[in-house]
């Protein structure tokens, strides 16, 4: 299994990113697929996820701003952020899962995740 993200970088607060995760060596169209945060100091956090049929959930502080999507044809797992603030500065790692996805952060497969900086 291999997940790539890209897209992290430093924006100024209200700003934007779209983070990306390259997924390969697996059935991604069967896993379930999230992006998760960790800021320093703190625990991993469940910021989205996505059903294999599409299925989106997301996070009470990211519920408006943040778009998770995924493309099964061409392995990409997507997360659009919006209306950047202080609190969303944190690694954001991809990660995927072959069991019913459920909110939590026990994924069997990570990426080495992405950084985020929101100033």
């Not at 469940?46 to 009470?60: H, K």
């Amino acid at each position: 299994v291999q997940l790539v993200e890209s897209g992290g970088g430093s924006v100024p607060a209200g700003g934007s990113l779209r983070l990306s995760c390259a997924a390969s060596r697996f059935d991604y169209s069967r896993h379930c697929m999230g992006w998760f945060r960790q800021a320093t100091g703190k625990e991993r956090e469940t910021v989205a996820i996505i059903s294999a049929n599409g299925g989106p959930s997301y996070a009470v502080s990211v519920t408006g701003r943040f778009t998770i999507s995924r493309d099964n044809a061409k392995h990409i797992l997507s997360l659009q952020m919006n209306s950047l603030n202080a609190e969303d500065a944190a690694m954001y790692y991809c990660a995927a899962d072959p069991r019913p996805c459920r909110w939590s952060t026990d994924f069997g497969y990570w990426g080495q995740g992405t950084q985020v900086t929101v100033s």
